[in-house]
T-cell receptor, first 116, second 108 residues
Framework: GAVVSQHPSRVICKSGTSVKIECRSL??????MFWYRQFPKQSLMLMAT?????????EQGVEKDKFLINHASLTLSTLTVTSAHPEDSSFYIC????????????FGDGTRLSIL | RKEVEQDPGPFNVPEGATVAFNCTYS??????FFWYRQDCRKEPKLLMS???SGNEDGRFTAQLNRASQYISLLIRDSKLSDSATYLC?????????FGQGTELSVKP
């Protein structure tokens, strides 16, 4: 099946640090990738939709200057949490869609971010 | 009404039991549906896709009722390894809309 790799899987860092998370589709080309955040006992919340070669589309309430997204190729999207604070601590998950609009997305294994 | 709504559970069942989850969706134009499972502190993994009236894969059966706008997931002969949160997901506008998930705990 489709494989999406996410790195790193765990980050612990000090407040004020910027953290970069990578999402790669390993065996298919992903024109669209998605970034989610999940807090404990809650469902996934879409943060932004990332299209290769264009600017990301952010969901309402998500600060684009805080969460920088780059989708430079068909197999790689990155999320940078700038000047992270403890309230940014969460489980960040990317996903990629190989084909059409209503096809399922395949998820990376997530990044657990803890800001001290 | 929420776009995708599920009973959060938890459902506590013994091994070997049959358990069913329901999910309702608000957009009558939705054409495809997915069930994902998510283990604690892990990413969601696709379990089943539903494009027509239903789909069966081994012990898992998904059924779609378009008139009533609900999708169900039936798990037969539950295993301990089935313990997880099951997410009902509906694509809409190029995005995935997630239900809040139904937690299943299978006990020996």
């Amino acid at each position: 099946g489709a494989v999406v790799s996410q790195h790193p899987s765990r980050v612990i860092c000090k407040s004020g640090t910027s953290v970069k998370i990578e999402c790669r589709s390993l065996d298919f080309q992903a024109t669209t990738m998605f970034w989610y955040r999940q807090f404990p006992k809650q469902s996934l919340m879409l943060m932004a939709t990332s299209n290769e070669g264009s600017k990301a589309t952010y969901e309402q309430g998500v600060e684009k200057d805080k969460f920088l997204i780059n989708h430079a190729s068909l197999t790689l999207s990155t999320l940078t949490v700038t000047s992270a604070h403890p309230e940014d601590s969460s489980f960040y998950i990317c996903s990629a869609r190989a084909g059409f609009y209503n096809q399922p997305q395949h998820f990376g294994d997530g990044t657990r971010l803890s800001i001290l | 009404r929420k776009e995708v709504e599920q009973d959060p559970g938890p459902f506590n069942v013994p091994e070997g039991a049959t358990v069913a989850f329901n999910c309702t969706y608000s957009n009558s134009a939705s054409q495809s549906f997915f069930w994902y499972r998510q283990d604690c502190r892990k990413e969601p993994k696709l379990l089943m896709s539903v494009y027509s009236s239903g789909n069966e894969d081994g012990r898992f059966t998904a059924q779609l009722n378009r008139a009533s706008q609900y999708i169900s997931l039936l798990i037969r002969d539950s295993k301990l390894s089935d313990s997880a949160t099951y997410l009902c997901v509906v694509p809409q506008g190029g995005k995935l809309i997630f239900g809040q998930g139904t937690e299943l705990s299978v006990k020996p």
